[in-house]
T-cell receptor, first 116, second 115 residues
Framework: EPEVTQTPSHQVTQMGQEVILRCVPISNHLYFYWYRQILGQKVEFLVSFYNNEISEKSEIFDDQFSVERPDGSNFTLKIRSTKLEDSAMYFC??????????????FGQGTRLTVV | KNQVEQSPQSLIILEGKNCTLQCNYTVSPFSNLRWYKQDTGRGPVSLTI???SENTKSNGRYTATLDADTKQSSLHITASQLSDSASYICVVSASNAGNNRKLIWGLGTSLAVNP
């Protein structure tokens, strides 16, 4: 069964460093998303990506964040100058389409980012 | 403000028993409502997706209901198994001009099934 894969599963970084979280969406999917979940809190939408550009982003997704689809298969989230409060589980998701009411988004297993 | 609230926050049941989880939402405009199962440290896995016109939908031992008038949904788990221990999250999609990108997440109900 096709699945969304994320690497690494756990990333520890020092405050101020840059990290890149990687995702391989399901191969025939066209819409890609990043979410984050701070421990004990709700999952929060960060950004959606379609046709090689950001289609929507939340207020969390400021200039510290960027996304890229560098080679047609990977979908990356870059966090510059990490802060302690960036520590969270980051989930990548993909869907075949976005405009239909019952489009299912498939989630990866997440990358746990710990900023120390 | 778009919000999804779930109850109870946590629940402990014995293996083989049934349980029902609740979800109330204030999301407009409404597109669909989803229930996800999230094992600890893993990504959410979709159980059901329901649109405005659907009142009930089943997926094996999981049955979701939706009352769009009262903006309530429930997830009923029948004959629980130890592997049902997880967080169950209600998620509502807010549509905007037909787009379906933004999901409003509840905090989840943490279910523990004990032998």
């Amino acid at each position: 069964e096709p699945e969304v894969t994320q690497t690494p599963s756990h990333q520890v970084t020092q405050m101020g460093q840059e990290v890149i979280l990687r995702c391989v969406p399901i191969s025939n999917h066209l819409y890609f998303y990043w979410y984050r979940q701070i421990l004990g809190q709700k999952v929060e939408f960060l950004v959606s990506f379609y046709n090689n550009e950001i289609s929507e982003k939340s207020e969390i997704f400021d200039d510290q964040f960027s996304v890229e689809r560098p080679d047609g298969s990977n979908f990356t989230l870059k966090i510059r100058s990490t802060k302690l409060e960036d520590s969270a589980m980051y989930f990548c998701a993909s869907s075949a389409r976005s405009g239909q009411p019952n489009t299912e988004a498939f989630f990866g297993q997440g990358t746990r980012l710990t900023v120390v | 403000k778009n919000q999804v609230e779930q109850s109870p926050q946590s629940l402990i049941i014995l293996e083989g028993k049934n349980c029902t989880l609740q979800c109330n939402y204030t999301v407009s405009p409404f597109s669909n409502l989803r229930w996800y199962k999230q094992d600890t440290g893993r990504g959410p896995v979709s159980l059901t997706i329901m649109t405005f016109s659907e009142n009930t939908k089943s997926n094996g031992r999981y049955t979701a209901t939706l009352d769009a008038d009262t903006k309530q949904s429930s997830l009923h788990i029948t004959a629980s198994q130890l592997s049902d221990s997880a967080s169950y999250i209600c998620v509502v999609s807010a549509s905007n001009a037909g787009n379906n990108r933004k999901l409003i997440w509840g905090l989840g109900t943490s279910l523990a099934v004990n032998p």
